[in-house]
């Protein structure tokens, strides 16, 4: 790695094993053993006969849990109003002294004069998908200060009970404390398993009630159709941490499901994105304020990423006040607010666009949502030099590689359209050649594959097929897309930060026993503030020889 003006680089987690761009046994197609992650998976709940030949996600049972997000599409959206009564509720409530209420602000960490975070996005499937990180976690991360969850904590519907084996027992061996900010996903219990979990409120009244926007016909039929939260108690919250995360360095609450941590020499700002993305006019107020309001450089974290598939997605600010602002990013583009990064979930891959601002600063937008959750495709991605952002395709990463992507994607819909008959399946250099082939781009790992007439025929036929899962569909997406054994290709970041370098790296979990073991890196960027005070980024991504 190369170093600014002579100094030692950052550390950043332990010396990584060759990438995926190397070769397709460092992908995890050639899997010697697979890992020790699947001796950790818990017992799946027993299921009704009748319903044993359905895949989980399309029984009944979480169907039916799932629907609120089709509900408040139809009859209106109550999370606002909700989310102001949880907060109305803490205000009133017992007081930690590691958290601010008035600033919604965490300010244990604020006095370190470095810090390391790791970031998990989208994590909560509780099978093996999710497992497979835990291991290689505890090898890059333990000696982090502290991780956040970025988005859908729960998988496919929340409820104080699913986080036992969503989140306390895949962590049981983290040492540090956990935080979250939540994703639709976490909303479809009106938020009741996550403020239990994250912040210290107890499940046993139930969620507030709030009568929500609408006509009185709109709000009455809601009220009927909405899925309630399942019961939950304190002391259930609290025996699933004292069995699974139950150590003193493992506690931690938050100020609410938006917050910010000030996490030594840089802050971290959490936003609450709801069931379909976009804030409020208040949670705009509050972003605004923390963000403005202290000149460190910032990180935000969001359930839903600023930009993904190389289309910018702004987060809209609902009814905003005159003169405020109008979407999230116009908050973070603003050079007064010192953002340098945005790290958002709910697209379940890791992409990488380092944005060039009008002013000339570069904002760093990353998607970081595969941490458990069923696999969102990375073949679809069009080349950078032809999208309608500024990014140049050398600038961005993404993983899984396309093609492996592509290779990935075609043995799922073999399984589900070909009967299991191998006519649709694509190896990986087979893949790798037709992705450069119609993107127009050498391909980021060599290969000598000529694709077979078969192949060639086959391809067009598969970029049309879905590949990325979205509301209310993640159901069905699921039984696509989620796989259970190697390569799994999961991801998840970390941070390293000091007062003038930052670093984050994404580190893989393909579910190979030889990449728990000797853990992968992906990607690496480095940030240095110059003498000007601005930021750059400079990529180190692993085997490139031209960063």
Same mark, same amino acid.
């Given at each position: 790695?190369?170093?600014? /003006?002579?100094? =030692?680089?950052? *550390?950043?987690? +332990? ?5 995926? @761009? !190397?070769?397709? $046994?460092? %992908? #995890? ?8 992650f699947a001796s950790r998976v ?45 907060? /109305?509720?803490? =205000?009133?409530? *017992?007081?930690? +002294? ?5 600033? @919604? !602000?965490?300010? $244990?960490? %604020? #006095? ?11 994590p909560g499937e509780g099978d ?48 540090? *404390? ?344 992906e990607d690496r960027m480095r ?21």
């Amino acid at each position: 790695m190369s170093t600014a /003006r002579g100094r =030692d680089p950052l *550390p950043s987690g +332990p010396e990584p094993a060759a990438p995926s @761009r !190397v070769g397709e $046994r460092d %992908a #995890g197609w050639e899997c010697a053993r697979i890992g020790e992650f699947a001796s950790r998976v818990p017992p799946q709940p027993p299921v009704g006969f009748g319903w044993r030949w359905l895949p989980r996600w399309l029984r009944p049972g979480p169907l039916w849990a799932s629907r609120n997000d089709v509900v408040a599409q139809l009859l209106g959206d109550p999370t606002d109003a909700t989310r102001t009564a949880w907060l /109305r509720r803490m =205000d009133t409530g *017992p007081q930690d +002294p590691a958290r601010n209420l008035d600033t @919604r !602000v965490v300010d $244990r960490f %604020a #006095g370190r004069d470095t810090i390391s975070v790791a970031l998990l996005g989208d994590p909560g499937e509780g099978d093996a998908s999710q497992y497979v990180v835990p291991p290689v976690l505890e090898r890059v991360a333990a000696d982090t200060d502290l991780a956040v969850v970025v988005s859908d904590v729960i998988y496919p519907a929340g409820g104080v009970a699913e986080y036992e084996d969503r989140l306390h027992r895949p962590y049981t061996g983290y040492p540090g *404390p956990i935080y979250g900010l939540p994703g639709n996903h976490d909303w479809y219990d009106d938020l009741t398993g996550f403020m239990a979990t994250f912040c210290g409120q107890a499940p046993d009244a139930g969620p507030p009630r709030v009568p929500g926007p609408g006509p009185a016909w709109k709000r009455w039929l809601r009220g009927r159709l909405w899925r309630r939260a399942p019961r939950g108690t304190a002391a259930q919250v609290d025996r699933m941490r004292a069995r699974w995360r139950g150590a003193p360095g493992q506690q931690g609450t938050q100020p609410g499901p938006y917050c910010a941590i000030d996490a030594g020499p840089v802050r971290l700002v959490l936003i609450d994105t709801g069931l379909h993305g976009g804030i409020d006019a208040d949670q705009a107020d509050w972003l605004r304020e923390v963000s403005l309001a202290d000149d460190r450089p910032k990180i935000l974290l969001t359930g839903k990423p600023l930009l993904t598939y190389a289309a910018p997605q702004p987060c809209p600010v609902r009814d905003p006040r005159p003169g405020g602002p109008r979407s999230v990013d116009e908050i973070v583009t603003d050079p007064r607010a010192h953002y340098i990064a945005a790290i958002g979930g709910d697209d379940h891959a890791y992409q990488r666009y380092p944005v060039t601002l009008a002013d000339g600063r570069t904002l760093l937008y990353l998607v970081a949502g595969g941490s458990g959750a069923f696999l969102s495709a990375t073949h679809t991605i069009p080349n950078l030099d032809d999208a309608p952002v500024a990014v140049a395709e050398d600038d961005f990463r993404c993983y899984p590689l396309r093609g492996d992507s592509l290779a990935y994607f075609s043995r799922r819909y073999d399984r589900v359209l070909g009967l299991g008959l191998d006519r649709l399946v694509l190896s990986p250099g087979e893949a790798t050649a037709l992705v450069a082939r119609r993107l127009h781009m050498d391909p980021p790992r060599g290969t000598d594959v000529e694709p077979g007439l078969w192949a060639r025929r086959i391809e067009p036929a598969l970029f049309r097929l879905p590949a990325r899962g979205s509301a209310p569909g993640h159901n069905l997406m699921s039984v696509l897309f989620d796989g259970d054994a190697p390569p799994l290709f999961k991801s998840f970041l970390r941070l390293d930060a000091t007062a003038d370098e930052v670093v984050i790296g994404a580190w893989a979990a393909t579910g190979c026993l030889e990449h728990e073991q000797h853990p992968v890196c992906e990607d690496r960027m480095r940030a240095r503030r110059g003498a000007d005070g601005r930021w750059s980024w400079t990529s180190e991504t692993p085997g490139r020889a031209t960063p």
